[in-house]
T-cell receptor, first 111, second 111 residues
C-alpha cells in the first residue's frame, strides 16, 4: 500500500512556490521527506510524527494531518538547488521501522 | 567521516550467479536496512536489522539474504541473480526511528 504522491512532476521558475502531497490509506505514525538528485542517494529533509506537528527547514516546511493520513511539503521561493525528486516515506502505527515510500515527485526549477 | 559505505558501486552479473553487496557504517547505528530503487517505484525495503544478530524481512525479500554479525556491517547476498534484480541498491542506517543515512548506492545489472 504505497502512499500516493502528487503531483508526479512539477516545473517551476526560480522564486515560485510548490506544494507536494503524500497520502496514505493506512494509519500513520510518521512521515519522512527526502530529496534525491539524479545519480545520488536520497538526502533527509525532515520527519513529522503523529500529532499534526508542522516542521520547517529554511524555506522548506511540512505538515502532517493524522486524521486524513496526509502530509504536505511546502517549498517557498524555490531555488535552483531544490531541483530533484522528492520522496515521502510513511511509517505505520505497528511497523515503524518499515517505511513505505511513495513513487516520488520530480521537481524541475528553471532560471 | 565515512558514514555509510557501499561496495561495489557497479556490478554486472549473469543470470544464476551469486554475489554480495557490502555495507558498512561507522556511526554506531543500531538500525540498518537495504532498499532497491527501480524507475517510477521509489524505494522498496528488502531486509532490515535493528541490531547485531537481529534481521527481518521487508517488502521484497525474495531472492536476497542478509546477516548482521556486527553493528557495523550488513551485507546483502543475492543467491541466484535474475534479470528482475537489475536495480539500484541502497544501504541505510539510523540511530533508530529517525533520519536515514544512505550509502552512495550500488548499480546492479543482471544479464
Amino acid at each position: 500500500q504505497q502512499p500516493v504522491q502528487s503531483p508526479q512532476a512539477v516545473i517551476l521558475r526560480e522564486g515560485e512556490d510548490a506544494v507536494i502531497n503524500c497520502s496514505s490509506s493506512k494509519a500513520l505514525y510518521s512521515v519522512h521527506w527526502y530529496r534525491q538528485k539524479h545519480g545520488e542517494a536520497p538526502v533527509f529533509l525532515m520527519i513529522l510524527l503523529k500529532g499534526g506537528e508542522q516542521k520547517g527547514h529554511e524555506k522548506i516546511s511540512a505538515s502532517f494531518n493524522e486524521k486524513k493520513q496526509q502530509s504536505s511539503l511546502y517549498l517557498t521561493a524555490s531555488q535552483l538547488s531544490y531541483s530533484g525528486t522528492y520522496f515521502c516515506g510513511t511509517g505505520e502505527e505497528d511497523s515503524n521501522y518499515q517505511l513505505i515510500w511513495g513513487a516520488g515527485t520530480k521537481l524541475i526549477i528553471k532560471p | 567521516n565515512a558514514g555509510v559505505t557501499q561496495t561495489p558501486k557497479f556490478q554486472v552479473l549473469k543470470t544464476g550467479q551469486s554475489m554480495t553487496l557490502q555495507c558498512a557504517q561507522d556511526m554506531n547505528h543500531e538500525y540498518m536496512s537495504w532498499y532497491r530503487q527501480d524507475p517510477g517505484m521509489g524505494l522498496r525495503l528488502i531486509h532490515y536489522s535493528v541490531g547485531a544478530g537481529i534481521t527481518d524481512q521487508g517488502e521484497v525479500p525474495n531472492g536476497y539474504n542478509v546477516s548482521r554479525s556486527t553493528t557495523e556491517d550488513f551485507p546483502l547476498r543475492l543467491l541466484s541473480a535474475a534479470p528482475s534484480q537489475t536495480s539500484v541498491y541502497f544501504c541505510a542506517s539510523s540511530t533508530g526511528f529517525g533520519e536515514l543515512f544512505f550509502g552512495e548506492g550500488s548499480r546492479l545489472t543482471v544479464l
